[in-house]
């Protein structure tokens, strides 16, 4: 294997395959990155088990002189190319022990790992994709990937759902005590059913950040492929069967108020500087109940009280009401604020129902998009 | 207690206070901030026992109705300062157990504490200053800190030892593998010899970040007050004697060969990715060994071999030599890292002595700064 490439064009697409690089992993020959020369491409992989990916390259600057297959220790290699400053790096083979990368005046040796050892990913194949504007997939991600579990006490609930049925497609995530949810209308294609890991999604996100042109899906019975540019992104499925959301979010709402969106947020960031704090069992963040009530005279309060550091309030003047009766009620501030932060309009609604029930945010401008949050009960 | 205060100019005052607040203390009113209204002027304060700092504010938009004092919770008041969005903030205390925040339409309670808990912080008397202009002072800072020891186990080398005699002000650091030591020509002030924390140093730089007026230096027995703007940032003193460092840089330099200072710093960088990794004893920061040659016909290598990954080589064209013979020394590549990004100048020498003996770094522009590494034995 021999070839002269580029320095920008690799460190690029070695920047893809980092995202299926695991640091660690049972499988030492994961550590390593597979690079395939033939006579006129390089393909690349990485694998960490449940993300692959695979880059395809046939720049002008590839110059290819003996066509060849190798695995190199994957950290080291990126981290040389990337603190390389030369236009141009040449690859060579030694005896199929040795990678020699030569760049300017320096020249680096990487004890490569046996190609035969990397075990073979089964990638989808490349018919009949569903075709998406990234940026629309990217926000189906955003609007829910954060609502998943973190937990694994059920697997199921740390992915995304995706699910198609009659040109709709909808995502949702919930970890029992909030949900998102969004839609999509789409052209002709096949009903699809499938859990996506919420850290494959989270590592697609980070992929497809600033690309803005339309991405490819590829679906199996076990694994999801998203294909763009140069670029095979893999991820497996989770398996089990995703609880049925759709009888969850209430659909009568007695009080709905409107608020600015970023008035709402920062109230709720500040009132939520003095809740008490305590850690939520199994997961390392903290979270915090405030109050948000409405009187008669249809003024907003949001508070909270801490024995300890003092109390927070903060009056809301909401820009319309529409309200059955007073509320008193009680929830995390960061659910809020997560599902504050999920919306693109200027303008939103909390809509309750009575009682202790489940509310649900909406925004003007994000027509698809659905927060619903767990109220608790307040002492 | 009781006053309005523009919420910027109080903002930009608890940055400062921040620097002396300590997150958790044995004693438990350092973690308030002291706050005191005179009739016409805002007092704050904060103390780590290390660090203390006081700010003074007579702001026009500062409106004092009644003066007083208190002790607040430091962390959840500087948090709420900053969250709240409007111009103006009012303060007051209520029954001397309570202060209240408001800002546009929300108010926070905090419980407060004592004020005759906190303790007297004697803030040395400002007589006499030593004037630096803040942006020479901060080099002296940023030029020697980085090789103080990290360890505890010398604990007078864990600060920088500044020097005043014959009107040169010397600051040396050194963790005794590696020494800097720069200095500044200074008008007439007595002779001083102290040393002061790393610690301190570190929080000191931020705070005179991009400040390029003077500050006012104060000395006492055991303590440095550093004055500037409205703030008065003082420290404690090491105990001890600074070792006699002045017989420990070489004057003979048989070897001198000089690079350019970005071209040497990115091939070290580079080799320093494949050098074999141990963590230095008492701290979590990972060295690693390089190799530098210099053959008889004056070209330069930088390399390393790591048993496990491989090698890194590196051919660098010196501007300019001098060398009465070949060479081989290995050194920490982090030294070396660390010493070049101290210089301001294009083109730096690296200055040998023959043997395994302590190498000098020096640059054309920073006249006064020598870095001095101790190399190690290769085997």
Same mark, same amino acid.
């Given at each position: 294997?021999?070839?002269?490439?580029?320095?920008?064009?690799?460190?690029?697409?070695?920047?893809?395959?980092?995202?299926?690089?695991?640091?660690?992993?049972?499988?030492?020959?994961?550590?390593?990155?597979?690079?395939?020369?033939?006579?006129?491409?390089?393909?690349?992989?990485?694998?960490?088990?449940?993300?692959?990916?695979?880059?395809?390259?046939?720049?002008?600057?590839?110059?290819?002189?003996?066509?060849?297959?190798?695995?190199?220790?994957?950290?080291?290699?990126?981290?040389?190319?990337?603190?390389?400053?030369?236009?141009?790096?040449?690859?060579?083979?030694?005896?199929?022990? &040795?990678?020699?990368?030569?760049?300017?005046?320096?020249?680096?040796?990487?004890?490569?790992?046996?190609?035969?050892?990397?075990?073979? &990913?089964?990638?989808?194949?490349?018919?009949?994709?569903?075709?998406?504007?990234?940026?629309?997939?990217?926000?189906?991600?955003?609007?829910?990937?954060?609502?998943?579990?973190?937990?694994?006490?059920?697997?199921?609930?740390?992915?995304?759902?995706?699910?198609?049925?009659?040109?709709?497609?909808?995502?949702?995530?919930?970890?029992?005590?909030?949900?998102?949810?969004?839609?999509?209308?789409?052209?002709?294609?096949?009903?699809?059913?499938?859990?996506?890991?919420?850290?494959?999604?989270?590592?697609?996100?980070?992929?497809?950040?600033?690309?803005?042109?339309?991405?490819?899906?590829?679906?199996?019975?076990?694994?999801?492929? $998203?294909?763009?540019?140069?670029?095979?992104?893999?991820?497996?499925?989770?398996?089990?069967?995703?609880?049925?959301?759709?009888?969850?979010?209430?659909?009568?709402?007695?009080?709905?108020?409107?608020?600015?969106?970023?008035?709402?947020?920062?109230? $709720?960031?500040?009132?939520?500087?003095?809740?008490?704090?305590?850690?939520?069992?199994?997961?390392?963040?903290?979270?915090?109940?405030?109050?948000?009530?409405?009187?008669?005279?249809?003024? $907003?309060?949001?508070?909270?009280?801490?024995?300890?550091?003092?109390?927070?309030?903060?009056?809301?003047?909401?820009?319309?009401?529409?309200?059955?009766?007073?509320?008193?009620?009680?929830?995390?501030?960061?659910?809020?604020?997560?599902?504050?932060?999920?919306?693109?309009?200027?303008?939103?609604?909390?809509?309750?129902?009575?009682?202790?029930?489940?509310?649900?945010?909406?925004?003007?401008?994000?027509?698809?998009?659905?927060?619903?949050?767990?109220?608790?009960?307040?002492?």
């Amino acid at each position: 294997m021999e070839f002269k490439i580029d320095r920008e064009i690799l460190l690029e697409n070695l920047n893809y395959i980092s995202r299926g690089l695991p640091s660690k992993s049972p499988m030492p020959i994961l550590t390593g990155i597979k690079i395939e020369v033939t006579d006129t491409d390089l393909y690349m992989t990485s694998s960490n088990t449940d993300i692959s990916v695979e880059t395809f390259v046939n720049d002008s600057s590839l110059l290819i002189t003996k066509p060849g297959k190798t695995v190199v220790p994957g950290r080291f290699f990126i981290d040389i190319i990337r603190k390389i400053n030369s236009k141009q790096v040449s690859l060579s083979l030694v005896e199929d022990k &040795i990678l020699t990368i030569r760049a300017d005046r320096g020249e680096y040796k990487l004890h490569i790992m046996d190609p035969l050892d990397y075990p073979n &990913i089964d990638f989808v194949s490349l018919n009949n994709p569903l075709i998406l504007p990234s940026e629309k997939f990217r926000n189906l991600i955003r609007q829910t990937v954060f609502a998943t579990a973190s937990s694994e006490k059920k697997p199921i609930l740390t992915g995304v759902h995706f699910h198609l049925q009659d040109q709709v497609l909808t995502a949702v995530a919930t970890d029992s005590f909030r949900l998102s949810q969004t839609k999509l209308e789409i052209d002709e294609y096949a009903p699809f059913d499938i859990t996506v890991p919420n850290k494959s999604l989270d590592e697609l996100s980070k992929v497809l950040d600033g690309y803005n042109e339309n991405v490819f899906l590829y679906f199996s019975v076990n694994k999801l492929l $998203v294909k763009f540019k140069n670029v095979l992104f893999q991820t497996r499925l989770l398996d089990g069967n995703y609880p049925d959301t759709s009888k969850l979010i209430p659909s009568e709402f007695p009080i709905v108020v409107k608020f600015y969106k970023d008035e709402l947020l920062e109230a $709720v960031e500040r009132v939520s500087l003095l809740s008490p704090r305590d850690k939520e069992r199994d997961r390392e963040i903290t979270y915090s109940i405030i109050k948000l009530s409405i009187d008669k005279n249809r003024s $907003v309060h949001i508070s909270t009280t801490n024995a300890t550091i003092g109390d927070a309030f903060e009056e809301l003047i909401p820009t319309d009401t529409s309200i059955a009766s007073p509320l008193v009620i009680g929830f995390s501030s960061r659910y809020l604020i997560e599902a504050l932060r999920s919306f693109d309009s200027t303008e939103v609604s909390l809509n309750f129902s009575e009682g202790v029930r489940p509310f649900v945010v909406k925004g003007e401008k994000d027509y698809y998009l659905t927060q619903l949050i767990l109220p608790v009960r307040m002492d």
